[in-house]
């Protein structure tokens, strides 16, 4: 199992140590010649607008939609959930609005149901859905807002599992391989 990370900005160096403590091998995704060979690709949180910066700098928007489009399972988190949605990659039909629940300040952890797994959820700066398309499915909400989704073969949440050591949304990507 070789799994990607988006490693342009943001969170991605505990998701990578997360993926290597199930047994994955991890690669840093930079480049689209990193994507090559891939079994499933995490896109974590960070700034939204800096990754799009990276992505259009490497050329990785077609690459990145390609590989969703593939089958193989895509996790994104918090700012990687921005990345796929209607206004970014289009990989999701979604619109996330950014910073949904209010500034840094504003941080807070809560427990959620996800495919019948307690996960642990810290959100930062944290978008929500705000639309939600045919063919997604909303997997848990908080205060009424979606804050995690599935179409297909992505997963996209709106906060950091990787922050409270939580696994079971990698194990499940994991096992989707």
């Not at 950014?98 to 504003?106: D, L, P, S, V, Y």
């Not at 797994?117 to 639309?131: K, M």
């Amino acid at each position: 199992m070789v799994v990607g990370v988006l490693a342009l900005q943001g969170g991605f160096a505990r998701h990578a140590e997360i993926l290597r403590s199930l047994g994955a091998e991890v690669r840093e995704v930079r480049t689209p010649a990193d994507l090559e060979g891939l079994d499933g690709l995490v896109m974590p949180g960070g700034e939204s607008t800096t990754m799009t910066l990276g992505v259009e700098r490497e050329g990785l928007g077609d690459p990145l939609r390609e590989f969703a489009a593939s089958g193989r399972p895509v996790l994104a988190t918090c700012a990687g959930m921005i990345m796929l949605d209607r206004a970014h990659l289009g990989v999701l039909d979604i619109v996330c609005e950014r910073n949904a629940f209010g500034r840094q300040t504003h941080s807070f952890e809560t427990d959620l149901q996800i495919n019948g797994d307690a996960v642990r959820a810290v959100f930062i700066r944290a978008p929500w859905v705000s639309e939600v398309g045919d063919g997604v499915e909303v997997l848990a909400e908080v205060d009424g807002h979606p804050v995690a989704v599935r179409s297909d073969n992505v997963v996209a949440v709106a906060f950091h599992p990787e922050l409270a050591d939580e696994t079971a949304l990698h194990q499940a990507l994991l096992d989707a391989l």
